[in-house]
């Protein structure tokens, strides 16, 4: 190997840079001379905004670091690039300094939209006779993406999610007086990241009453008549709902809200404010005492819960790429393939990145047992090996230490 | 010591448990028999729901899984009891119930208004000649106790707070496309919890760009320009603010949003909603992207995140309440005194509980730099002790382990 070429690409999560590592060290172990790193992504390549990433991670103490930093090292984009075509100036320029940097190999850490940004590329390096390989890494806290089993980012992200709501469920029943707790998760067209609070519930919680995903539309006389019952036990419940949940008409559930209220300024719907609406409705309806909450973008970056099952398979994936355009593969992506749930065992794999590219994976109706707003023993199953170990922060007065990129 | 008596009231903490295990374990050392838990604080006394404590705490492991659980393990109230007088039904049934227990000291670990039931207990006490000793534990995440020189609670909160701003702050950061990111934290009088965002800017962070206080009025105008400014820069950055800040008319920030949106569904004013009004603001100032956020209830029961100087202080004040009754002292707080910032040191001490009782404790107007939304390092070298160290959660398939009470 010569050099190659890394970039992190759509939103954070709190295991992208682990991901990252396994690039750097792996090229380096294979004999890559420069590892760059492309700052913002793409767009930041367009730039020529690139780093060397030895001057960061030829020091192990910042390799530890880089895998304990949430968000996205480099800096990340949202940036579709248009349609491969001979030609184009958006191609000539990227392959003109991927060229320029004699660069052998380029990684592009992300979800689907930068599985289609692999794909394009690889499409017109094929066009093109160019000797560059493409190699995908699956990164998301919404866990959508087709073809592998999960992506890195998601495990972290329910170990937060699952660890504070066991917390709010216990905040909750502090009182005798009960309240109806909504607790809003990401999420807006798969309900993965939400479904972990069915890790909840054990000998030591109550767990979570309801989970309302975005793969079944809510039926609001229905969901009513289900907390009246246990409104009328006298019970706190905690209730974890979709950001993305909508009615039978399509509509999500936010907007049933005064739609004043749920718009931003710019007149664009938001999404959020259907944990409110809801506390709102139950509030109205039953006379309870009820809370609503958002777990926010506190979920996607939370790397001082980071799950080490996850860190470790998302440092893995970025190594196993490199292992893979070392072997001359290219217009891939890495993925993960699971054998078994108990012991927990996941093989490394790869797949054609087109097969990923754009498709958004959902939770399969058949684990989801929508009459009462739970979810089966399989996606149970499925979830709690990824959560599982913890990788410790390193503390530095009290805070998680992180590393930076002097941009 | 023969038996003893231990409620918890008002709000949650991720460590009143530390000082319900540092009671128990001190009374259990000077030879108490019996150590009683009242379920449900003083509300739950009048109701006779009491819980033999070594039914959960003879037992070492529980000891340790009690010293992680948030909120109140016991269950809480909010009960005001009435002004003492002879022969008055609700102390008559009270003191019964302690005679017929053959209670020598009865401890409270609370808030304001749980050292005003201390007050009103040990002064009937004194009334009707009676022998039982009333001694009150601090505790509020809020941190605004009279006297002693913080409470337990609030370290840990502000460990959660502080760990949590950092990541939004990379989060923030993630794209060229700048966004300003408001977070609103709890603190209706005091803003104590939001100053603990000046924790945040180290080698390895850019900080929190403004830190809005209830102490001071803000000026909307004078607000903005300062935004401005940040957004001149094409900067991203995250805004920390107290919910109950307020505008020099006297109104909540929140309340400046449509009256209708912020009032809950009995017509109660809500403060939360004064991230989101700013958020709006700005973006249609400056017509820029923003983002609004709570930490909610979050913040007052991460355990997940204990600060060890926090716990350590929370189970010592337990302790040192029950050496003060059994050196018979009666009608006094627990308090800590701070003898030094570096090394840090906090002494033992004790007030008497009158002292304590209703008063609110605010952040010294010298210590906030009113024109800049920064405070001085006075703050910082105030907070920072108290969120050092980390008590590691017992980790069980992925989730901190709990203790729970089977009410």
Known sequence: MKNVIV?????????????????????????????????????????????????Y??????????????????GSCRYKLPEPALHHPTYEKIFAILRELDIDAFFYIGGNDS????????????????????????????????????????????KYIANTLKELVRDGLVYQNPVISVVEIMGRDAGWLTASACLVK????????????????????HFLQKVGAIVKQGKSAVIAVSEGIKVADGRYVCQLADEGTQKDPFGHVRLAGTSRYLADLIAQTYGCRTKSMEL?????????????????????????AVQLAYEDKSGIVATLVRTSNNPY??????????????????????????????????????????????????????LAKHLILKK
């Open 115 to 158: 599985m289609d940004t692999i794909s394009k590329l690889s499409t017109y390096s094929c066009m093109t006779y160019s000797d560059t390989l493409f190699v995908g890494i699956p990164k998301t806290v919404d866990n959508d993406l087709a073809i592998t089993d999960h992506t890195p980012g998601y495990g972290s992200a329910c």
């Open 345 to 398: 065992n996941c093989k490394l794999d790869y797949s054609a990145v087109h097969h990923v590219a754009n498709a958004v994976k959902k939770i399969p109706l058949s684990w989801i047992d929508g009459e009462n707003y739970q979810v089966t023993q399989e996606l149970v199953d499925y979830i709690r090996p990824l959560v599982e170990g913890h990788l410790e922060p390193i503390w530095d007065k009290g």
């Open 296 to 320: 926010s973008f506190m979920q996607r970056s939370a790397s001082h819960c980071q799950s080490l099952t996850d860190v470790t398979e998302a440092e893995s994936l970025g190594a196993y």
């Open 57 to 74: 991670l030829a020091d192990s103490g910042n390799q530890e670091l880089l895998k304990r930093t949430p968000s996205a090292f480099l």
């Open 202 to 221: 054990d000998d030591d919680c109550e767990g979570v009453e309801m989970i309302l995903l975005p793969e079944l539309t809510v039926d609001i006389p």
């Open 7 to 55: 970039g992190q690409s759509g939103g954070p999560t709190a295991v992208i840079n682990a991901s990252l590592l396994g690039v750097y060290r792996k090229a380096k172990e294979l004999g890559a001379n420069k590892v760059y790193g492309m700052v913002y992504g793409i767009q930041g390549l367009l730039e020529k905004r690139l780093v060397d990433l030895d001057e």
